[in-house]
């Protein structure tokens, strides 16, 4: 009798080992949590919500399979005319060198805009007087514009590593618009619902 | 008797076991109602498993303009497909208008949209292991016309 309780005291206490094992290991061996781009427009006067939810893995694995004319391989080119002979590498290059700091500020009778650079990220927030007081801010990690210029090829966008290094990124707020009755937010975390 | 037993038996077993195999991957279910008095009504619900199967059996001749306008997207469509049989479900788009509720979504293996409008109440259920597989159908037919 007395063998039989010690043989179940062994068990009891080998089952609390696993089990305490397996609690342990798990969060560590568990896959990092699947990352979600948010598009949410909600226009009150014309009473429209549109929610967007896309797994940055599924973009990811789409980009690089669709070609069409800019578009090919994950990577957008970028036409002379729409440039000109605007160097991107040297001014991300000096821009990520630089401190923290306000780099464009231009004010007029239609608009405000403002770029800066602050914690590793470039902000640009825009106010559209004509437009009803429109507001944009634009938060864009330096990481994913460094990983938009990773290409070798000085005329094309990484689109597919900028959305990798979304991925790797933590949550973050991208894009806002505030019109005067409509509202549009853009941004990534690791929920796959808007709630 | 008990003969007779073991043949009903093994006849129910054998159906039962067809059934689950129609049924392995799947059931497309779809669901048109029309608002309109007397307007259509269809509830359709098909074993996935056979649409492929009903592609391999179609006329080539039939399939030929749905084939071509797939090998042009192949890679996109099969990018498209692998991207979300491995995402979590999720409600990928949501449209809400005064009157009219549109949305698509992944669930439980299956692609499910949902329109709601003053015209029509539409829901179409299809498992993403059958859609890949007509689609690979569709790009055998092509690349191998009869």
């Known amino acids: 009798m007395k063998m039989m309780q010690k043989r179940t005291q062994v068990g009891v206490v080998f089952c609390l080992f696993a089990a305490g094992m397996a609690a342990l290991v798990n969060p560590a061996m568990a896959a990092p949590a699947d990352k979600y781009l948010h598009v949410n427009v909600d226009d009150a006067t014309e009473g429209t919500k549109v929610n967007v939810n896309v797994p940055l893995e599924m973009a990811e694995r789409i980009l690089p399979a669709i070609n069409n004319r800019d578009l090919h391989d994950g990577k957008i080119s970028i036409r002379n005319k729409d440039v000109g002979d605007v160097d991107f590498r040297a001014v991300l290059d000096a821009v990520r060198t630089a401190p923290d700091n306000e780099f464009v500020t231009v004010k007029d009778k239609d608009s405000d805009v403002r770029v800066a650079k602050a914690n590793g990220n470039i902000i640009v927030h825009v106010i559209d007087k004509k437009n009803k007081e429109q507001k944009v801010d634009v938060t864009v990690p330096l990481k994913i514009v460094d990983a938009l210029f990773s290409t070798a090829n000085k005329d094309e966008l990484d689109l597919a590593a900028a959305i990798r290094a979304l991925s790797d990124a933590g949550d973050i707020l991208l894009v806002t618009v505030q019109g005067s009755s409509e509202k549009v937010r853009v941004w990534v975390d690791s929920r796959n619902t808007q709630d | ?146």
């Open chain 2, 1 to 146: 008797m008990i003969l007779l037993g073991k043949i009903v038996l093994g006849m129910a077993g054998a159906g039962l076991a067809g059934a689950g195999v129609l049924c392995s991957e799947g059931v497309v279910h779809v669901k048109v109602i029309e608002k309109e008095p007397g307007g259509v009504h269809i509830n359709v619900i098909a074993p996935a498993m056979l649409a492929p199967i009903a592609v391999r059996l179609a006329p080539r001749r039939d399939l030929a303009k749905a084939c071509e306008q797939l090998q042009a997207n192949l890679p996109v469509v099969r990018a498209a497909l692998e991207g979300l049989r491995d995402s979590e479900d999720v409600v990928l788009v949501e449209v809400e208008e005064p009157g009219e509720h549109v949305e698509v979504s992944k669930t439980a293996g299956s692609i499910v949209v949902d329109v709601d409008d003053a015209d029509a109440t539409v829901h179409v259920t299809a498992p993403i292991r059958a859609i890949s597989s007509t689609v690979e159908e569709l790009a055998a037919a092509t690349s191998n016309p009869m």
